[in-house]
């Protein structure tokens, strides 16, 4: 029988899982030192916890995390994060919100890979789902939801419909007397998403459907406005879901997502992404804030921007309105959350003409950042800046539309990002357990607390 677990350990952790065990002996300080030194023996090659190929074309001397404005929040989510690694207890949310680049999966995937196995296995679930071949759209790698019965869809980037949308910004309605969903996760994962709660945002105003799981396996049943849980009394890798309509009863069911858990300690990294999606896409979504607070997330990655700036008639002051409006929602909902910006990669407009708008809304994401106090990383200046996703599909890491990544592409900014955000963690336990070192009794020196803060207009960790 599976059981709730702090934390396991993969084969190539296994000096990690000496220093863990370190822990257990010495105190919490004197093992934070051995797990920085455990990290920088594995960021021997360009200061990244995981190896990345290397190319002459990236900037590997521009990727860091950048912080214009205050370091409270990336404090806080830095604390939280040091607290589940050195102790195996406790949750980090993370949610990354953006266009086709976030719901092909493989981005947002290794992501909530690197995420997971960061200290051998800190895997709390799979997060967000949707049933996206409803909406004749891909899938992300990982999961599939197989469905029966007749279902319209109706997803934020179609202008044309309208519905209820919630923080997914897909939506998927029927009126069939009765209709399933099967959730399927695949085989090929790297990590076990089995999982053993199930939540499923809903709308049925008439409530004339019921949702029915195999009774053999569900230990508990809580029905709330807008949701319904399911705890399962064992791990399952599929699941199927029926609706069932009352007899001669009118109305519709519409599934806004779900969301899969495994295990109370550890991180959920819920991924949300639909095609073609720009900010006011998300805007239009109604139940967004709410649905967002009922994530509690720790971490919001912000990857909206580049469906933005497609085209000639970009607008820096319309994009940073309609970006403040989404944030404001986020901050309603998540007040403590650290928000990070991930500037758009460079593009082209039409498969023929350099666009030129990736570097005013890296200047925008900039300038937000300052203004929010959120973080920042530059995907655009780390990938070569203007014209460099030529280099990055001559290498056979950008597709020919010159917009999107190949897998092997999106594997590598996504090793990028994570390698940034882990320099930036490091820099943070270091200096805070040299803090808690010369603030000891009998110590008469005073040590600095939080980020390191080399400039006055913008803090940073190098």
């Not at 919001?300 to 970006?323: H, K, M, Q, T």
């Not at 950042?369 to 200046?381: E, F, H, I, L």
């Not at 590598?412 to 963690?425: N, Q, R, S, T, Y």
Request: glycine share 10%; charged share 20%; net charge positive.
């Amino acid at each position: 029988m599976k059981v709730y677990r702090k934390i396991t350990f993969s084969k190539e952790h296994e000096k990690t899982k000496r220093l863990i065990l370190a822990s257990r002996v010495f105190s919490i300080p004197f093992f934070i030192g051995f797990f920085l030194l455990g990290l920088s023996t594995f960021a021997q090659q360009g200061n990244y916890f995981y190896h990345v190929n290397q190319y002459n074309f990236i900037r590997y001397d521009l990727n860091e995390m950048h912080y214009p404005g205050t370091t409270e929040n990336a404090e806080r989510f830095y604390s939280k994060l040091e607290k589940l690694i050195t102790t195996g207890e406790g949750r980090v949310n993370v949610v990354h919100i953006g266009g086709s680049h976030i719901q092909a999966g493989s981005f947002s995937g290794q992501m909530r890979n690197r995420f997971q196995q960061l200290n051998g296995e800190i895997n709390a679930g799979w997060g967000y789902m949707f049933p996206y071949r409803i909406s004749r759209t891909n899938s992300p790698f990982g999961y599939y939801i197989r469905y029966n019965g007749y279902w319209k869809s109706f997803r934020n980037v179609e202008r044309k419909k309208s519905g209820m949308l919630g923080v997914g910004g897909m939506s998927a309605s029927t009126q069939s007397p009765k209709a399933e969903l099967t959730i399927l996760l695949e085989e090929e994962n790297e990590l076990d998403y089995s999982f053993n709660k199930l939540r499923i945002y809903y709308e049925n105003a008439e409530q004339n459907y019921s949702l029915v799981i195999d009774s053999a396996v569900v230990t508990k049943k809580s029905e709330y406005n807008g949701y319904i849980d399911f705890e399962l009394n064992q791990w399952v890798d599929s699941l199927k879901i029926t609706l069932v309509k009352q007899a001669g009863a009118d109305g519709t069911f519409t599934l806004l997502g779900l969301s899969t858990e495994s295990n109370p300690n550890g991180v959920l990294y819920h991924s949300i992404g639909v095609n073609g999606a720009h900010v006011p896409a998300f805007l239009r979504c109604q139940l967004f804030q709410e649905q967002l607070s009922g994530l509690h997330p720790d971490l919001v990655i912000l990857g909206l921007g580049i469906n933005d700036a497609y085209g000639r008639r970009f607008s820096s002051s319309r994009f940073e309105d309609n970006y403040g409006q989404l944030i404001d929602k986020i901050k309603a909902a998540a007040p403590n959350a650290l928000i990070v910006f991930t500037t758009n990669n460079d593009s082209y407009l039409y498969r023929r003409y350099v666009n030129k708008n990736g570097e005013k809304v890296k200047d925008s994401m900039f300038k937000m950042a300052k203004k929010y106090n959120a973080g920042v990383w530059d995907m655009y200046s780390v990938m070569g800046g203007l014209n460099s996703v030529v280099l990055w599909q001559n290498n056979g890491l950008a597709q020919a539309d010159k917009i999107h990544f190949t897998r092997e592409g999106y594997l590598m900014v996504a090793d990028l990002f994570f390698g940034a955000l882990i320099k930036d963690f490091e820099a943070f336990v270091i200096r805070r357990n040299k803090m808690t070192a010369t603030s000891k009794p009998g110590n008469n020196s005073t040590g600095e607390g939080g980020i390191v803060q080399p400039a006055a207009t913008e803090n940073t960790i190098n």
